[in-house]
């Protein structure tokens, strides 16, 4: 199926742990998205690369850091993980920056 | 600084009935007002769209309206359905690299 795809779907893990999320789309969109949904549903840009560019880094702490392997992938590494780092976190890519977005089906990442 | 604000946060009507979810924004630069349909364990889809060039735009049950003097934007659903139970965001697509800001988004719920 052409998608935007993210593992996992579920990540528990404890206080200060790393842990990544991993995102791939078949769709190729050279622009690609994270994004942080919390618990009161507000959804929010962190990272986006285009063409494995970084072109959007929102206020975001320097323990999140995005890597593009390739422009079919984004993925998320954290750092010493935060109870407020809780939340869900979505990938998504469009043909361009300046396109419609499309999101994968989001991981659900909760901090102990 | 909430750019996009999005009223209200939840919503109940029967089936059939019109809901209605409104929109404002602060930022006169942003260019693109699409909104995002997101069912419990998805991801946000793309509904519908709208420039401000434009007064109106429907696509199917589904319409926009658009009032860029007030700076305002607005969502019905004519005879909505059981199915047409989701969150609802508005967003609004504005700057030199085309970032997304959404609004905090309204639960409806379409009683049967």
């Known amino acids: 199926d052409t998608a935007v795809s993210q593992t996992p779907k579920y990540l528990v893990t404890q206080m200060g742990n790393d842990k990544s999320i991993k995102c791939e789309q078949n769709?190729?969109?050279?622009?690609m998205y994270w994004y942080k949904q919390d618990s009161k549903k507000f959804l929010k840009i962190m990272f986006s690369?285009?063409?494995?560019?970084?072109?959007i880094n929102e206020t975001v702490p320097n323990r999140f850091s995005p890597k593009s392997p390739d422009k079919a992938h984004l993925n998320l590494h954290i750092n010493s993980l935060e109870l407020g780092d809780s939340a869900v976190y979505f990938c998504?890519?469009?043909?361009?920056?300046?396109?419609?977005?499309?999101f994968g089906p989001g991981t659900r990442l909760t901090v102990l | 600084q909430q750019q996009v604000k999005q009223s209200p946060q939840s919503l109940i009507v029967q089936k059939g009935g019109i809901p209605i979810i409104n929109c404002a924004y602060e930022?006169?630069?942003?260019?693109?007002f699409p909104w995002y349909q997101q069912f419990p364990g998805k991801g946000p889809a793309l509904l519908i769209a709208?420039?401000?060039?434009?007064s109106e735009k429907k696509e199917g049950r589904f319409t926009i309206s658009f009032n860029k003097s007030a700076k305002q934007f607005s969502l019905h659903i004519m005879d909505s359905q059981p199915g047409d139970s989701a969150t609802y965001f508005c967003?609004?697509?504005?700057?030199?690299?085309?970032?997304?800001?959404f609004g905090k988004g309204t639960l409806l719920t379409v009683n049967p």
């Open positions: 967003a609004a697509r504005g700057g030199s690299n085309y970032k997304l800001t």
């Open positions: 709208i420039r401000p060039d434009v």
């Open positions: 998504a890519s469009s043909p361009g920056s300046y396109n419609e977005q499309f």
């Open positions: 690369y285009n063409n494995k560019e970084l072109i």
């Open positions: 769709l190729g969109h050279d622009t």
């Open positions: 930022n006169t630069a942003f260019d693109y």
